[in-house]
């Protein structure tokens, strides 16, 4: 063997390192590369970092309050190789991913659109593809509800219109959950989610609300305050469904569920709520708790047929949490735009 290499390289190594300070990297980042995917009826942004080999140790940080839509990753041990050190990324899901080197690490730093937190992005690696001449790769996924919430088509809604009122607002906050998490916010972020996946699909979709505010003014009467609501439904020209969305609370946290109102005034009342009631449980996901016959206001004064939809408890500790995470009121939003596509394919 070649013992003379051997000894001139650990000569060098035994010279040279202590002169830089620091160990040489072992790894090189050789390249970046972006396409935007699609993988079960989801989008994403893919970015494939290439490395020089199998990735190591990474560490994944999350830009936190103050940066809150970056996310940087480092390379212990790492230098970059020869490729640009910026590439801007759309702005679907991310803006631009940048690398430096620090030290002995190489970090890159992706700004994203939606905040850096855990449902939005999802790291992991892939090995050499030698067909098509890849290195070793560290992938980041990154996703971006708002975007998958603005594409999707709702089948079977266009045309159609439809009165949409989020419970409680302004002086009314409605029932607060345990860290103070209040439903009218809650039901007018799941009703706006709600109209704009309608519209977005051909529907005509009238609030009650479409801000934090009373409907007929404050210090109303109740009576007067949910007329306002049902008028709005009246006046609306071809209204074909009055949709009230709520949170349900109750004094034991445990009670938990989904459940959907109505008043049989028509015969379309009851066919109403099991499609919204069915649509919310199919993307939900929570306990079904079947739908009820009541006599409230909105539902018994209004001509059309009407449903009132109580998502979960806002008292419960998992399902507030739930009704306070945008995946989960997308959710919802998709599982009553489903409900109402249903129940108008179940009138013809
Ligand atoms: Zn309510």
């Given at each position: 063997m070649k013992k003379w290499r051997f000894l001139y390289l650990a000569l060098c190594c035994f010279f040279l390192l202590p002169t830089l300070g620091m160990a040489a990297p072992v790894q090189r980042v050789v390249s970046f590369q972006s396409q935007v995917m699609e993988e079960d009826g989801q989008t994403f942004l893919r970015c494939e970092i290439g490395l020089s080999q199998a990735p190591a140790d990474y560490s994944v940080k999350e830009g936190g309050?103050?940066?809150?839509?970056r996310l940087l990753i480092d390379f212990p041990n790492t230098d970059l190789g020869d490729f640009p050190r910026e590439y801007p990324?759309?702005?679907?899901?991310?803006r631009r991913a940048a690398f430096y080197e620090a030290g002995d690490h190489a970090r890159v730093d992706v700004a994203m659109v939606a905040p850096a937190e855990e449902a939005n992005y999802r790291v992991s690696t892939l090995p050499p593809d030698k067909q098509n001449k890849l290195p070793w790769r560290l992938v980041i996924d990154i996703y971006n509800e708002e975007e998958q919430g603005a594409s999707a088509q709702i089948d079977g809604v266009r045309g159609h219109t439809i009165v949409i009122d989020p419970g409680h607002g302004g002086s009314d906050t409605g029932a607060v959950g345990v860290?103070?998490?209040r439903e009218k916010d809650v039901t007018l972020l799941v009703a706006q989610r709600v109209q704009e996946l309608l519209r977005s699909s051909g529907a005509n979709v009238v609030m009650t609300?479409?801000?934090?505010?009373d409907v007929y003014g404050p210090n109303a009467t109740d009576a007067q305050e949910l007329q306002a609501r049902v008028d709005v439904g009246e006046a609306?020209?071809?209204?074909?469904v009055f949709l009230s969305i709520h949170c349900n609370a109750f004094a034991k946290p445990a009670a938990n569920g989904t459940e959907t109102f109505y008043y049989p005034k028509t015969w379309q009342d009851m066919a109403l709520a099991q499609a919204l009631q069915d649509g919310m449980i199919d993307h939900g996901g929570r306990r079904n708790r079947g739908i009820k016959e009541a006599r409230f206001y909105v539902l018994h004064n209004s001509s059309l047929p009407a449903a009132l939809v109580?998502?979960?408890?806002?008292?419960?500790p998992t399902e507030k949490n739930l009704l306070a995470n945008e995946s989960f009121q997308q959710e919802m939003a998709l599982g009553i735009c489903e409900g109402l596509a249903n129940y108008f394919a179940a009138l013809r």
């Open positions: 309050v103050l940066r809150p839509k990324l759309g702005d679907t899901y991310a860290d103070g998490l609300r479409e801000d934090d505010r609306a020209a071809k209204a074909e109580e998502l979960a408890f806002i008292t419960n």
